[in-house]
């Protein structure tokens, strides 16, 4: 609040509640997660989604990442219309999503879902391990399981 010149006492008059103001923050921050994944989809297809959200940078800048991978063991002990919000929200991005996968992917919210579930662990994993090199082998073996397991969900033909 300090850095931003207001006090306590002149922010959170605008929330009822502590839970709303961190609906409030877990919506926005999971509303932009989405705009740059769907971003990224679109202009270079799976491959760009994977290098932007397995990348270094997206590891070292905790601050400007994914919501889920900052928030969900604290996302899990909230109260039920925030985990709501975060259900709806995931739903949403997860049917954007895979509105943009190849036309032969079979179960392509399934496959998002198996997609982002490998992003989050991968990327809190690369953070969590003390120096690079181990954390960049993280971040390239889970891009190369996340290749993987998007084309398991191709269909043969």
Request: aromatic share 6%.
């Amino acid at each position: 609040m300090s850095d931003a010149g207001l006090t306590n006492g002149a922010f959170y008059p605008h929330f009822d509640s502590k839970a709303e103001l961190v609906r409030e923050c877990v919506a926005d921050a999971l509303e932009g997660q989405a705009e740059k994944l769907l971003k990224a989809l679109a202009s270079g297809g799976l491959e760009l989604v994977i290098a932007t959200y397995l990348s270094p940078e997206h590891r070292d800048n905790p601050g400007d990442g994914c919501a889920s991978a900052a928030l969900l063991p604290e996302l899990a002990r909230q109260p039920a219309d925030t985990r709501q919000l975060y259900t709806d929200r995931l739903l949403a991005m997860v049917r954007q999503m895979s509105a943009g996968l190849p036309p032969q992917t079979r179960d392509p919210e399934g496959a998002v879902l198996a997609i982002y579930a490998m992003f989050v662990g991968t990327l809190q994993m690369a953070r969590a391990v003390e120096g690079t090199v181990l954390s960049d082998r993280i971040l390239a073996v889970g891009a190369d399981a996340v290749r993987a397991l998007a084309q398991s969900y191709q269909v043969k033909g």
